[in-house]
């Protein structure tokens, strides 16, 4: 079981940056594939970012592509998420996850297993 813990939301300008940080229990972190994921008032969660086990293979959402990175440092069992050139559009809740599966990619909501309580992010013009 993994349990997952987001830090690092708050509010901000249009334009400003925020690093939001995700730890990870247990001492299987290595080897599971980790996403960012957000979720806007009356909208469907999206894809943010995702990473696999080793940092060999990143995807990111349409919307974020050249103003996030998600990076992970096993060694701190922790995978960050670092926004820049923030927009109000960004504004949500944002959650990690963890996959333990291979099988799809890691934009599929569906092949995530556990999820953390989510942080807010607030962006305003």
């Known amino acids: 079981q993994v349990q997952l813990v987001e830090s690092g939301g708050g509010s901000v300008q249009a334009g400003d940056s925020l690093r939001l940080s995700c730890a990870a229990s247990?001492?299987?972190?290595?080897?599971?594939?980790m996403g960012w994921f957000r979720q806007a008032p009356g909208k469907e969660r999206e894809f943010v970012a995702g990473?696999?086990?080793?940092?060999?293979?990143?995807a990111y959402g349409d919307s974020v592509k050249g103003r996030f990175t998600i990076s992970r440092d096993n060694g701190k069992n922790t995978v960050y998420l670092q926004m820049n050139s923030l927009k109000p559009e960004d504004t949500a809740v944002y959650y990690c996850?963890?996959?333990?599966?291979?099988?799809?990619?890691?934009?599929?909501?569906?092949?995530?297993?556990?999820w953390g309580q989510g942080t807010q992010v607030t962006v305003s013009s």
């Open positions: 247990g001492s299987t972190f290595s080897t599971y594939g």
């Open positions: 996850a963890a996959r333990w599966t291979l099988i799809g990619t890691l934009s599929q909501i569906g092949t995530y297993d556990h």
């Open positions: 990473i696999n086990w080793s940092g060999g293979i990143i």
